[in-house]
């Protein structure tokens, strides 16, 4: 079973930036994707961006396209999620997906079951 633990987050500006790692642990990852979801309160829980992590093929929500990155360090076994250009309606709380690689990397298309440990979630709250 894969581990996940969730770093960074905070209160910060619309403007600003914040970069979200992610420590993974306990799994063999030349399979696996790596995801960050968000949560905002009275929503449902929505994909932010994938990684797969042997080819490093990125994968984006159309709301955030442009502003945020994935990418993954092999040797610290971390994903991360830098967010530039803050705003408002990106406060929720973003946590950290992990899942063996399968028919939504070929679609684009992805969702809560495409991946199977998950993170305990992290604050990010953008003031106006």
């Known amino acids: 079973q894969v581990q996940l633990v969730e770093f960074g987050g905070g209160l910060v500006q619309a403007g600003d930036s914040v970069r979200l790692s992610c420590a993974a642990s306990g799994g063999a990852f030349s399979t696996y994707g790596l995801g960050w979801f968000r949560q905002a309160p009275g929503k449902d829980r929505e994909f932010v961006a994938a990684?797969?992590?042997?080819?490093?093929?990125?994968y984006y929500a159309e709301s955030v396209k442009g502003r945020f990155t994935i990418s993954r360090d092999n040797a610290k076994n971390t994903v991360y999620l830098q967010m530039n250009n803050l705003k408002p309606g990106d406060t929720a709380v973003y946590y950290c997906?992990?899942?063996?690689?399968?028919?939504?990397?070929?679609?684009?298309?992805?969702?809560?079951?495409?991946?199977?440990?998950w993170g305990q979630g992290t604050q990010v709250t953008v003031s106006s």
């Open positions: 990684i797969i992590w042997s080819t490093s093929r990125t």
């Open positions: 997906a992990a899942g063996v690689v399968g028919r939504a990397y070929l679609t684009g298309w992805f969702s809560e079951t495409d991946f199977n440990s």
